[in-house]
C-alpha cells in the first residue's frame, strides 16, 4: 500500500511558475516509478503522464506538450517526487496527480496502482 499526498499547487499568471510536491509513504519508495498526470477543467484526467521518473532517478519522460517547460525530479531519501513547471500557459491549468508504478517506465493511466487525491493548477491573469 502507497499513500501519495501533492501539494504546491496555485494561482500562477501565464509565463509563470510553480512546483509541485508529492510525498508518498507506505511502501519503500525508491522500488517504484512515480508519475504525473493532469486533468483539465471539464475533461477527463489524461490517459498519458506529462512526466515520469524512474525509480533510481536515472530516467525522466515527458509529454511533448510539456517537454522543455517541467522537470521531474525525486529524492528517495525524503520519500518525494517533485514537478517544477515554468513558462506555464493556460493549457497546462487544471488538477496534477501523482501517481505509482512498478514498472520501468510507465507512460499510461493503467499503469499505475496508487494515486494521490491531486492538487490544483490554475493559469490566468
Known amino acids: 500500500q502507497v499513500q501519495l499526498v501533492e501539494s504546491g499547487g496555485g494561482l500562477v499568471q501565464p509565463g509563470g511558475s510553480l512546483r509541485l510536491s508529492c510525498v508518498a509513504s507506505?511502501?519503500?519508495?525508491?522500488?517504484?516509478?512515480m508519475g504525473w498526470f493532469r486533468q483539465a477543467p471539464g475533461k477527463e484526467r489524461e490517459s498519458e503522464a506529462v512526466a515520469v521518473i524512474s525509480r533510481n532517478a536515472m530516467n525522466s519522460w515527458y509529454s511533448d506538450s510539456v517537454k522543455g517547460r517541467l522537470t521531474i525530479s525525486r529524492d528517495n531519501t525524503k520519500n518525494t517526487v517533485n514537478l517544477q513547471m515554468i513558462s506555464l500557459k493556460p493549457e497546462d491549468e487544471g488538477v496534477y496527480y501523482c501517481?505509482?508504478?512498478?514498472?520501468?517506465?510507465?507512460?499510461?493511466?493503467?499503469?499505475?496502482?496508487?494515486w494521490g487525491q491531486g492538487t490544483q493548477v490554475t493559469v490566468s491573469s
Open positions: 507506505g511502501r519503500a519508495f525508491s522500488t517504484y516509478a
Open positions: 501517481a505509482s508504478s512498478e514498472l520501468y517506465r510507465p507512460v499510461g493511466a493503467q499503469q499505475y496502482d496508487y
